[in-house]
């Protein structure tokens, strides 16, 4: 199981540190992925890291902005999320990946967590 935390209500220009925590201790097994819905939007991908850690790939939107990495001795991924925007204001979800590399598409991830919300004040 996935659960994400660390959403909340922030001002344009904050930060934020989002983490994704598997209950299994095998989350080096799998490449992760965050992914964001805002309202009335269809889920979107955020960013993307390989096993190891190092491969990572992210949406044009969140680029210079935004740093995915892990630490898979702790069975955590987190999302750091700097000068964010109310634009950024959705649901964040993690996902796993067992397939060997890193992919963009929604389709491409296994197992879901449930869900932290980030809302950006203007």
């Known amino acids: 199981q996935l659960q994400a935390s660390g959403g909340g209500l922030v001002q344009a220009g904050d930060s934020l540190r989002l983490s994704c925590a598997a209950s299994?201790?095998?989350?080096?097994?799998?490449?992760m992925g965050w992914f964001r819905q805002a309202p009335g939007k269809e889920r979107e991908f955020v960013a993307t890291?390989?096993?190891?850690?190092?491969?990572?790939n992210y949406a044009d939107s969140v680029k210079g902005r935004f740093t995915i990495s892990r630490d898979n001795a702790r069975n955590t991924v987190y999302l750091q999320m700097n000068n964010l925007k109310p634009e950024d204001t959705a649901v964040y979800y993690c996902?796993?990946?067992?397939?060997?590399?890193?992919?963009?598409?929604?389709?491409?991830?296994?197992?879901w967590g449930q869900g932290t919300l980030v809302t950006v004040s203007s």
């Open positions: 996902a796993a990946r067992r397939s060997p590399g890193i992919t963009t598409a929604l389709g491409g991830y296994d197992y």
């Open positions: 299994a201790r095998t989350l080096g097994m799998y490449a």
């Open positions: 890291i390989s096993r190891s850690g190092g491969s990572t």
